[in-house]
């Protein structure tokens, strides 16, 4: 069986899907930020991007549902107050383990559920960007796309009756590849790739244009790490 519908509508109905965002504890979260952002402000960027990410992701035309796999009582909190459902973690078992136990969860409620994995970290994320990727994404039984450094993946996705087998982590896209899952090669979804992992990042994703969470935190920011490039 196909996809669920989101409507009942004749054409331009479009396939549901159910995306599982994986966060960590925002305590260990986006430690390779720590330097740029200090101690305090690390963790509410955190939670920020993720909000932004799953506020976006919500928004899309072709998301059914959105679960958020995390232990992070905060998080949980804020995140179910805009829609999404929380599953507890798998604790100790990592990013990989915590993807497939949020799939199956999905999957106990909705058999014939197809599943999409995003990561927590896409502050710039647009929903009809995203409605793009997962628009390719249907015609394969599992497909990904590469971040934007083409290193990692921020997104993979398993069709109904599809294991989502994720290998998620660094040079992930390699491993995706080599996995038999369909690279997705759309050229226009800068936000959908624009994970944020170092200062660097965060200023590419502050010039696409991040969503309102991540914006309102910018100001605390330290001029490092918003300023440009090379700039003084
Ligand atoms: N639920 C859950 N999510 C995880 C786990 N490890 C990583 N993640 C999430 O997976 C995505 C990519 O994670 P990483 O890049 O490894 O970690 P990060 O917190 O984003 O950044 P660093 O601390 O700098 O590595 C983010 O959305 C993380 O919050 C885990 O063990 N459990
Ligand atoms: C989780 C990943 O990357 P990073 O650890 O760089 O966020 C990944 O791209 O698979």
Redesign the pocket.
């Known amino acids: 069986m196909g996809p669920m519908r989101r409507d009942g509508a004749d054409g331009g109905a479009e396939a549901a899907w159910s995306l599982v965002v994986?966060?960590?504890p925002l305590v260990?979260?986006?430690?390779?930020?720590s330097r740029a952002t200090g101690e305090e402000v690390r963790p509410k960027l955190?939670l920020a991007f993720a909000l932004d990410t799953v506020a976006a992701a919500l928004a899309c035309e072709y998301v059914g549902d959105v679960a958020v796999?995390?232990d992070d009582p905060v998080a949980g909190e804020r995140l179910a107050a805009l829609g999404a459902r929380i599953v507890p973690?798998t604790p100790a078992r990592?990013?990989n383990a915590?993807l497939t136990h949020g799939a199956s969860a999905v999957r106990a409620r909705r058999p014939d559920a197809a599943v999409a994995a995003l990561?927590?970290?896409l502050p710039a994320l647009r929903p009809a960007e995203l409605g793009r990727v997962l628009h390719s994404a249907a015609e394969f039984p599992r497909a990904f796309l590469a971040d934007a450094a083409e290193i990692g993946t921020t997104l993979l996705t398993a069709t109904s009756g599809v294991e989502l087998a994720p290998a998620f982590?660094g040079p992930s896209r390699a491993r995706h590849l080599a996995s038999g899952a369909r690279e997705i090669l759309a050229p226009d979804v800068p936000s959908v790739r624009r994970d944020v992992?170092t200062v660097e990042d965060l200023r590419a994703a502050l010039k696409l244009g991040v969503g309102p969470y991540t914006a309102r935190q910018a100001p605390l920011l330290a001029d490092g790490a918003t300023a440009p490039a090379g700039a003084p």
């Not at 260990?28 to 930020?33: D, G, I």
């Open positions: 994986p966060l960590k260990r979260a986006k430690s390779r930020l955190a796999v995390t973690d990592g990013l915590a990561n927590a970290d982590g992992d």
